[in-house]
């Protein structure tokens, strides 16, 4: 079964200044984490684009969702 990354969740907990491996302790494996932020920082998307935001995609070619 496939779940869905919590793209979102990682980049708020990321702008509060939390590392990879704190971010994957709530929950998500650093694998994923470590992905999430590796598009954002390719697509230059930080939280305050996605705040307000129910649906982004990252990357055109990315299955990572916010």
Known sequence: M???IKAKL???LRSEGLSGRQIAAQGLSRHS???VLEA???AKVTWDDVACQRRVKTDPLSSLEF
């Open 10 to 12: 990682v980049l708020r």
């Open 33 to 35: 984490v470590a992905a």
């Open 40 to 42: 954002a920082d390719r």
């Open 2 to 4: 496939v779940r869905k």
